[in-house]
C-alpha cells in the first residue's frame, strides 16, 4: 500500500466558506493549549477540547471549533519546525474526549455542498494531528463518540482510560458514515474483521458502545491506564516512547495487516450478513461497507476523499434527516413522554407482585428484581408452576452471574429477594401488582377481583394485555381507577418500549406511578389511549392482516415480501408471524377485524397454520429457507375461486394507503398526542429502521399520506436535500 506525503494538503481553509456561515450559535468546543515539560526534557504541547459546559453537555466539534483546532494545531507546527515543542497530546475536559460533530447543525445542512464541506472540514482540521512533525498522542480521558474517536485515530499514539463511559463509531446507526477518518484509518490500525464490528456490526445492534477494555483489546488504543492518575500516567508514557525506552507494539500494524484474501473474504461475509438481516434498502452500511473495502489499498488521501463524498451524499439524502427525527425522538421526546402527568403524583412501589409463573410473567419478576432491586413475589395455579417459575428465574441469575454481568453478592440479594406462593394473601403488602395470565377478558379479570380482595385499595393493578381492553379487565373491581396497562414486547429485558394504556377510568395517581416504574425499569414509555391493538399491534395487524388477505387470494408469497421490501423492516410479514407465535399472530388479527371489521382482514388460513403449527421452512440452525409447501398448500385451500390476485404495485399500495389511513384514524382518535408517538412506539417496539424515521415520515415521503388524506404527517416533510 502506497502512503502520501500529506493527505490534507487537498483541502484550503477558503473552501469552507458556506459552512462557517452557519455557525453563529454554536456551542463552541474551545481548544487550550498549556507546554508540559517533558521528564526526559523538552516540551509537550497539550491541547485541552472544552466547550465550557459540565459532562452533561459533551463536547462537540462545529465548524468554529474545528477552524479554531486547525490553526492552533498550524502554530504547533510552527513549533515543532523551530523545536519548540518534541510531541503533541490531544485530551478533553473532565469525563469527555469529544461526541463528535454536533447532530443538531449537521441536520440543518441546507445543501449538499455544506455537507461536503462538512466531511472536508473535519478531514483538514483532524488531519493536521498526523502532520505535525512531531508525534502525536491522544489521550482519551473519557467518552468518546464519533467524531471523537476520530480525534484519537488522526493520533499517532493512543491511551486511554480504563473509567471512560464510552467509545463508538456511531454513524451507520444514524444514516451516515465515519467521514472524518474512521473508515480509512480504523481498519488499517486494528485489521478489517475489527473494524467491520466497531463500524458495521456494533451500530447495527442498537448502538452498541465499546467499554474501554474492549476497544483497547481490538487496538484501538496503545494503552490502558487507570483514571486515579490518568493524565499523569499518559504524559509519562508518552515521554517514554518518545525516549525510546517504550517501543509502541501493535498486533495488527500495518506491515501486519493480512490484505491478499481476508480483506475481501470479511467484506463479502458482511455484505451477504447484511443483505440478509436488513435487506438492501439502509444506505449507510454499504457505503461504509465500500469505504472498508477500499480502505485495503487506497492511499490516506484517497481515502479521506472517499469518505468526503460518501458523507456528503448520505447526508443530503432522506435517510439521514429521518434518522436524526428519530434520533431526537428517542433521545428527547422518550425521557419527556406526552401526556405524562406530575411525577410528585407517583407512588412508591416497594414489593411487586406477579400473577403468573409462565415464561413472560418469569421474565417481568427477573426485570422487577434486577431494576428496582425490592421484593417480588411469583404466583400461580399450583406449586409445581411456580416453582418451575422460580427455578427459571433463579436460572437467568446464575447465567447473568456466570457472564459476569453481576457478581455474586447481588446474585445472593436478587435470590433472597424472590419468593413464590399459591397463597394470593402473601400479596397483601405488594403496592405494584402485574399479571401476565392467559390473553382472555375473563380470566384476567377473574385474577384481579381474586389478588383486589387481599392488597391495599392504593395499590396499582397493572395488565400485560396486548389487545383486550384495559377498562374491561378492570370493570368489575372496586376500585378501577387504580388499573393501568403495561404493555410490554418481547423478550421483555432487551425491547426498549412499554406501552403504558391510560383507561378513562384510570387516575393520575396510578398513571403516574405507571410512567415512574417504566422509568425505574429503564424503559421508554408512551401513553395510549385503551382502543384495540395500542399502537404498535394495531398497526402491526394491518401489515399482517394485508399479507396474509393477500396470499389468501392467490398472491405469491414472494410478492407479499416484495411489495414491503422498501418499508425497510427488518424482516417480512411471515417472518414477522413466525417469531410472534402464529397463534397470538390469529388472535391479533381476530381482536382487530371484530373492532374494525371493514379495515381489517380475519384469516381462517392463518388458524389452520397456527393449529398445524406450519409456516417457514427452516435449516437446521432454525433459519428461514423460505415458505413451507405445507403451508401453501393450507392458504390455497382457503382460496375463493373468484380471487384475483395482487401485483407487488398494488400491494404496495395497499400497504401504504392502508398504514397512512389507519394512522391518520389513530391520531384523530386520539390513541396517541401526536404522530411522533406513533413513530417512537415503531421505532422502539417493532424494530422500524432508524433510517427511515419512524412510519409517518416514511408515508410522507412516498406520498401515501397526501393520497390518503390529502394531507401530510409532518410539514414540512421530513426529507433530503437532493
Known amino acids: 500500500m502506497t502512503v502520501a506525503t500529506s493527505a490534507i494538503a487537498q483541502y484550503s481553509p477558503d473552501q469552507f466558506d458556506e459552512l462557517r456561515a452557519l455557525s453563529d450559535d454554536e456551542v463552541v468546543t474551545h481548544s487550550y493549549v498549556r507546554d508540559v515539560p517533558l521528564p526526559s526534557g523538552g516540551m509537550l504541547a497539550l491541547v485541552t477540547l472544552d466547550n465550557g459546559r459540565d459532562h452533561t453537555r459533551p463536547s462537540t466539534l462545529g465548524p468554529a471549533g474545528l477552524m479554531e483546532l486547525a490553526e492552533l494545531l498550524d502554530t504547533q507546527k510552527a513549533r515543532a519546525a523551530a523545536g519548540e515543542i518534541r510531541a503533541l497530546a490531544i485530551t478533553g475536559k473532565p469525563f469527555i474526549l469529544a461526541a463528535g460533530a454536533d447532530l443538531s447543525k449537521v441536520g440543518d445542512i441546507p445543501s449538499y455542498e455544506a455537507g461536503l464541506q462538512m466531511a472536508q472540514m473535519g478531514h483538514y482540521a483532524l488531519g493536521k494531528l498526523g502532520e505535525l512533525g512531531v508525534p502525536s498522542f491522544c489521550f482519551i480521558n473519557g467518552l468518546a463518540l464519533g467524531g471523537g474517536v476520530e480525534v484519537a485515530l488522526n493520533c499517532d499514539y493512543r491511551t486511554l482510560d480504563s473509567s471512560a463511559a464510552a467509545l463508538a463509531l456511531p454513524e451507520v446507526f444514524l444514516g451516515i458514515i465515519p467521514g472524518w477518518g474512521g473508515a480509512w484509518l480504523l481498519p488499517n490500525l486494528i485489521g478489517i474483521e475489527n473494524a467491520l464490528k466497531v463500524v458495521v456490526e456494533n451500530p447495527l445492534k442498537n448502538n452498541r458502545m465499546l467499554k474501554p477494555a474492549e476497544a483497547f483489546e481490538l487496538g484501538m488504543a496503545d494503552v490502558l491506564l487507570s483514571p486515579a492518575n490518568f493524565l499523569e500516567d499518559s504524559i509519562r508514557w508518552a515521554d517514554d516512547v518518545l525516549a525510546g525506552s517504550v517501543k509502541v507494539k501493535r498486533p495488527n500494524e500495518p506491515g501486519k495487516i493480512e490484505r491478499a484474501v481476508k480483506w475481501d473474504v470479511a467484506i463479502g461475509i458482511a455484505r451477504k450478513t447484511l443483505e440478509k438481516r436488513l435487506g438492501k434498502v439502509a444506505k449507510s452500511p454499504y457505503a461504509a461497507l465500500e469505504l472498508l473495502a477500499a480502505a485495503k489499498s487506497s492511499t490516506k488521501a484517497e481515502g479521506f476523499a472517499a469518505e468526503d463524498k460518501a458523507l456528503a451524499d448520505l447526508v443530503a439524502g432522506d435517510q439521514f434527516r429521518a434518522s436524526i427525527y428519530a434520533f431526537n425522538l428517542v433521545q428527547k421526546r422518550a425521557k419527556r413522554p406526552a401526556g405524562a402527568p406530575d411525577k410528585a403524583l407517583a407512588k412508591k412501589v416497594t414489593k411487586v407482585g406477579v400473577l403468573g409463573a409462565g415464561l413472560m410473567a418469569s421474565q417481568f419478576a427477573l426485570l422487577f428484581l ?298 384523530d382518535g386520539g390513541v396517541v398526542e401526536a404522530a411522533e408517538d406513533i413513530d417512537l412506539c415503531m421505532i422502539l417496539g417493532a424494530g422500524w429502521p432508524f433510517q427511515m424515521g419512524g412510519v409517518t415520515p416514511f408515508l410522507d415521503r412516498v406520498g401515501a399520506s397526501e393520497r390518503v388524506f390529502g394531507g401530510t404527517f409532518h410539514d414540512p416533510r421530513i426529507r433530503g436535500i437532493r
Open 370 to 667: 434486577r431494576r428496582l432491586q425490592v421484593p417480588v413475589i411469583i404466583t400461580d395455579l399450583d406449586q409445581a408452576r411456580v416453582d418451575k417459575g422460580l427455578d427459571y428465574i433463579r436460572g437467568e441469575i446464575a447465567e447473568l452471574e456466570k457472564k459476569g454481568r453481576i457478581d455474586s453478592d447481588e446474585a445472593n440479594r436478587l435470590n433472597a429477594l424472590l419468593t413464590g406462593t399459591t397463597d394470593k394473601a402473601d400479596f397483601a403488602d405488594c403496592d405494584w401488582v402485574i399479571e401476565a395470565v392467559f390473553e382472555e377478558l375473563s380470566i384476567k379479570q377473574d385474577v384481579f377481583a381474586e389478588i383486589e380482595q387481599h392488597i391495599s385499595p392504593e395499590a396499582v393493578l397493572a395488565t400485560n394485555t396486548s389487545s383486550l381492553s384495559v377498562e374491561q379487565i378492570g370493570a368489575k373491581l372496586k376500585h378501577p381507577e387504580r388499573v393501568v396497562g403495561f404493555h410490554f414486547f418481547n423478550p421483555v429485558a432487551v425491547m426498549p418500549l412499554v406501552e403504558v394504556v391510560n383507561t378513562p377510568a384510570t387516575d393520575e395517581a396510578t398513571l403516574a406511578t405507571a410512567m415512574a416504574t417504566a422509568q425505574a425499569l429503564r424503559k421508554n414509555a408512551v401513553i395510549t389511549a385503551d382502543t384495540p391493538g395500542f399502537v404498535v399491534n394495531r398497526i402491526l395487524a394491518k401489515v399482517l392482516g394485508e399479507a396474509m388477505h393477500a396470499v389468501e387470494i392467490g398472491t405469491p408469497f414472494e410478492t407479499v415480501v416484495e411489495a414491503q421490501r422498501h418499508f425497510g423492516l427488518p424482516m417480512d410479514p411471515f417472518v414477522l408471524l413466525d417469531l410472534v407465535g402464529l397463534k397470538v399472530g390469529a388472535h391479533v388479527l381476530d381482536t382487530h377485524h371484530a373492532a374494525f371489521p371493514d379495515r381489517f382482514f380475519e384469516s381462517k388460513a392463518l388458524h389452520e397454520l397456527a393449529e398445524a403449527n406450519v409456516l417457514l421452512e427452516k435449516d437446521s440452525k432454525g433459519q428461514s429457507k423460505g415458505i413451507d409447501k405445507k403451508a401453501i398448500a393450507i392458504v390455497e385451500k382457503h382460496r375463493p375461486t373468484d380471487a384475483t390476485p395482487y401485483t407487488v404495485e398494488q400491494l404496495t399500495a395497499r400497504l401504504e394507503d392502508g398504514l397512512a389511513d389507519e394512522i391518520h384514524r389513530m391520531l
